[in-house]
């Protein structure tokens, strides 16, 4: 699986937009870029994954450049319950079977009112 | 929506003794994956299960074991229990077989083991 790079932390101001960014330089053709989030040694939390496309749910949007080297997690209006940390994932994806998810250090993101 | 159960929620145990750790998949989810989350450290993948069998294996000790049942349950027994076993344990749940884009893993809440 790619490697990912992410901000050790950010900070971001209640009802204001959060942008996580992801560094995924040696992503392959068939692999995917998964989110979840930790708060506080809860259970991680799937949040959204993409191939290519760019991807919208109900939690964020994942913005995915166009040659697949990087992505961006966007909370449109933090709140303090996003305070967690964030972690982007690379793997192979979905159909395969099988994969396991291999966590990074994650961008700890710290909202404020 | 129903979720993936873990019990127990927490474990206290004596160094040397053993542990079980039960996970519930979400239903109609046919794989589960083990992970241990260390203090101050991230999630490590240990061993996932599709239909009963092992389908890939990380870093997990020998005094470890785990097995998928029936009913798609799973338990990881954990022997002879060292202090740097106490940990966050996660399971997780996917399905291989519903279709589309669905292998997405959920988590449950963790059952912290503390060894004392």
């Known amino acids: 699986d790619a490697k990912t790079t992410q901000p050790t932390s950010m900070d971001c101001a209640e009802g204001r937009a959060a942008n996580l960014p992801c560094n995924h330089s040696t992503i392959s053709g068939n692999e995917y870029v998964y989110w979840y989030r930790q708060i506080h040694s809860q259970g991680p939390q799937y949040i959204i994954h993409g191939l290519k496309n760019n991807e919208t749910n109900e939690m964020a949007s994942l913005i995915i450049t166009e040659d697949r080297k990087s992505s961006t997690l966007i909370l449109p209006h933090a709140t303090l319950r996003d305070t967690a940390v964030y972690y982007c994932?690379?793997?192979?994806?979905?159909?395969?079977?099988?994969?396991?998810?291999?966590f990074g250090t994650g961008t700890r993101l710290l909202v404020s009112p | 929506a129903a979720g993936v159960i873990q019990s127990p929620r927490h474990l206290i145990k004596e160094k040397r003794e053993t542990a079980t750790l039960k996970c519930y998949p979400i239903p109609r989810h046919d794989t589960v994956y083990w992970y241990q989350q260390g203090p101050g450290q991230d999630p490590q993948f240990l061993i996932s299960f599709y239909e009963k069998m092992q389908s890939d294996k990380g870093s997990i000790p020998d005094r470890f074991s785990a097995q998928q049942f029936s009913d798609y349950h799973s338990e990881l027994n954990m022997s002879s229990l060292e202090l740097g076993d106490s940990a966050l344990y996660f399971c997780a749940s996917s399905s291989q077989t519903s279709g589309l884009n669905t292998d997405t893993q959920y988590f449950g809440p963790g059952t912290r083991l503390t060894v004392l």
């Open positions: 994932i690379v793997r192979v994806g979905a159909n395969t079977g099988f994969q396991k998810l291999v």
